[in-house]
């Protein structure tokens, strides 16, 4: 009785574990990080500090680009697109004067100073949504001018180039 009861045991034992065994797994595939910039189809633009001018330059394009639909809130991303333009100070400018004051007679001095931020470099980060790990990277540096304008350019021109990278990422040009 008792040798029945063990090999019922052994029998019922042996088919729960090649039950097991046999089981399919539930896991969904891991995607590399192209598949899922491939696969997103709704971004988040955050701007993570900086500039403006090269945030709106990216989200510009992004929009134009009509491969992602653009949402306002993170939760309803498949992707988060991050753009930071961190600014520094390339100096002061100092320009001084002077001029007579009419009624008392004594010359009078003036004097301003200004300090002129510069971008030193543009970097875009996207990363997944849910699991926010990153998938994408770089950085661009803007050259450097003396005229506001031209400054202005080179970051405007800086943050054209690092959308166009990540768009070469996303669907690359066929050889």
Not at 37 to 49: D, E, I, Q, R, V
Not at 113 to 135: G, M, N, P, Q
């Amino acid at each position: 009785m008792v040798r029945r009861s063990l090999l019922a045991m052994a029998v019922l034992l042996f088919a729960f574990t090649s039950a097991i065994a046999q089981a399919p797994e539930s896991k969904a595939p891991v995607l590399s990080p192209s598949a899922r910039l491939a696969a997103a189809k709704t971004a988040y633009l955050k701007n993570a500090g900086g500039s403006e001018i090269p945030y709106n330059v990216i989200s510009d394009g992004v929009e134009g680009w009509g491969r992602y639909k653009l949402v306002q809130d993170p939760t309803e991303a498949d992707i988060i697109i991050e753009v930071m333009a961190p600014s520094s100070s390339n100096g002061v400018s100092v320009s001084a004067g002077t001029s007579s004051d009419q009624h008392l007679g004594a010359p009078a001095q003036s004097m301003t100073t200004s300090k002129e931020l510069t971008i030193t470099r543009i970097t875009l980060i996207v990363y997944d949504a849910r699991s926010k790990a990153a998938l994408w990277s770089a950085t661009e540096q803007p050259k450097s001018a003396m005229k506001a304008k031209t400054r202005q350019d080179n970051v405007v021109e800086s943050a054209q180039r690092l959308l166009t990278k990540f768009r070469e990422r996303v669907e690359p040009e066929p050889k």
